[in-house]
T-cell receptor, first 108, second 115 residues
Framework: AQRVTQPEKLLSVFKGAPVELKCNYS??????LFWYVQYSRQRLQLLLR??SRESIKGFTADLNKGETSFHLKKPFAQEEDSAMYYC??????????FGAGTTVTVRA | SAVISQKPSRDICQRGTSLTIQCQVD?????MFWYRQQPGQSLTLIAT?????????ESGFVIDKFPISRPNLTFSTLTVSNMSPEDSSIYLC????????????FGPGTRLTVL
């Protein structure tokens, strides 16, 4: 069965500290992988996609096909990074499958 | 990118009634989807809204409970029928096919509370 796992429900870090959000997937084939973010009182929006290999707002994510992981990282967290983050593989006809989400709190 | 609006933004309904949620996009889009986000849960895909034909429902969702219309490439509705308190959720519309790399854009959501 196709599955995506985000093991951390909550993650709290200090400002300036590194942050890593874990994502593991179990899919047949090679899905496209995305990270979506939802800031307080805002709608869900795309943060990163593995295919473009971009760095957005200081975040990067590396697809590790051997470990079937797509962890999200940022070396120096900022207070404005506090949000809910969803890992989302894309399968068949644009369909996204969302992980449970990780709430990140960055403390001053 | 696409700008998506949803109506209503929130509603409180009595059990046994039905509510229709509208999703309007500012440009023509290929794909439109409806998601549900139950309290404290992640997003679950309900169905793909197909223009000119019946929606494609995911496992666990049926047309009688969640009828969907898509009369054109910029508009869709989702009806939550014969509501019960378990239907209390945020319902989100999303679109794809307007940008590269399969990016989806999401509406602001409709927060439904069923008493």
């Amino acid at each position: 069965a196709q599955r995506v796992t985000q093991p951390e429900k909550l993650l709290s870090v200090f400002k300036g500290a590194p942050v890593e959000l874990k994502c593991n997937y179990s899919y047949s084939g090679s899905p496209e992988l995305f990270w979506y973010v939802q800031y307080s009182r805002q709608r869900l929006q795309l943060l990163l996609r593995h295919i473009s290999r971009e760095s957005i707002k200081g975040f990067t994510a590396d697809l590790n096909k051997g470990e079937t992981s797509f962890h999200l990282k940022k070396p120096f967290a900022q207070e404005e990074d506090s949000a809910m983050y969803y890992c989302a593989p894309l399968w068949g006809d644009y369909k996204l499958s969302f992980g449970a989400g990780t709430t990140v709190t960055v403390r001053a | 990118s696409a700008v998506i609006s949803q109506k209503p933004s929130r509603d409180i309904c009595q059990r046994g009634t039905s509510l229709t949620i509208q999703c309007q996009v500012d440009s023509q889009v290929t794909m439109m989807f409806w998601y549900r986000q139950q309290p404290g849960q992640s997003l679950t895909l309900i169905a793909t809204a197909n223009q000119g034909s019946e929606a494609t429902y995911e496992s666990g969702f049926v047309i009688d409970k969640f009828p969907i219309s898509r009369p054109n490439l910029t508009f869709s509705t989702l009806t939550v029928s014969n509501m019960s308190p378990e239907d209390s959720s945020i319902y989100l519309c999303s679109v794809a096919g307007t940008a590269a790399f399969n990016e989806q854009f999401f509406g602001p959501g409709t927060r439904l509370t069923v008493l």
